[in-house]
T-cell receptor
Framework: DADVTQTPRNRITKTGKRIMLECSQT?????MYWYRQDPGLGLRLIYY???????NKGEISDGYSVSRQAQAKFSLSLESAIPNQTALYFC??????????????FGSGTRLTVV | SQQGEEDPQALSIQEGENATMNCSYK?????LQWYRQNSGRGLVHLIL?????REKHSGRLRVTLDTSKKSSSLLITASRAADTASYFC?????????????FGKGTLLTVNP
């Protein structure tokens, strides 16, 4: 099993629908992140969480919400999907051990299309 | 806004050649990392270099960091077709232990057999 699992892998939804993307991890990491990737724009941070009770907005949080249900689970919701939210979404995790920090672990991504 | 900018945007080489990608950034950092992404897949962490380091090696990868010029380079030696991917630099510019990364737009490397 993958260390960071995202579901669904692909999703097509209609404008105005609510949709949830889920992420679970077996790394035991405290920190979890949601990014979206658009062609030519790289990855942009949507939300991040440093523990279950700590959730923070990233640079493009408008139109999104998140829930950290447990240390291992971090879900991203689009309350009312719009076409410009069509993108590849990634969940990532990292630990918080100071000098031992060694980068993020990414999930395989969810390709979301809003029609 | 993007913190890191990779250069070139695209690079095409022959198998066995070396590939060099560069990254420039704007503000001071704690560390800089390089990631690889195969088409449509998740990013994979390659190497991390801290702000007090100047060079680091891992297998066929060599990373340099010049904090005075706010730039880094990633060298892949003896490239293989399997190295074909997009490569991203990411900077951690947070103070303390926040470890919130900002990614560049990536360099698409194509290694021709």
């Amino acid at each position: 099993d993958a260390d960071v699992t995202q579901t669904p892998r692909n999703r097509i939804t209609k404008t105005g629908k609510r949709i949830m993307l889920e992420c679970s991890q077996t790394k035991g990491h405290d920190r979890m992140y949601w990014y979206r990737q658009d062609p030519g724009l790289g990855l942009r941070l949507i939300y991040y969480s440093f523990d279950v009770k700590d959730i923070n907005k990233g640079e493009i949080s408008d139109g999104y919400s998140v829930s950290r249900q447990a240390q291992a689970k971090f879900s991203l919701s689009l309350e009312s999907a719009i076409p410009n939210q069509t993108a590849l979404y990634f969940c990532a995790t990292s630990d918080s051990t100071g000098s031992q920090f060694n980068g993020y672990t990414f999930g395989s991504g969810t390709r979301l299309t809003v029609v | 806004s993007q913190q890191g900018e990779e250069d070139p945007q695209a690079l095409s080489i022959q198998e066995g050649e070396n590939a060099t990608m560069n990254c420039s950034y704007k503000t001071s950092i704690n560390n800089l990392q390089w990631y690889r992404q195969n088409s449509g897949r998740g990013l994979v962490h390659l190497i991390l270099i801290r702000s007090n380091e100047r060079e680091k090696h891992s297998g066929r990868l060599r990373v340099t960091l010049d904090t005075s010029k706010k730039s880094s380079s990633l060298l892949i030696t003896a490239s293989r077709a399997a190295d074909t991917a997009s490569y991203f630099c990411a900077t951690d510019r947070s103070g303390g232990s926040n470890y919130k990364l900002t990614f560049g737009k990536g360099t698409l490397l194509t290694v021709n057999p």
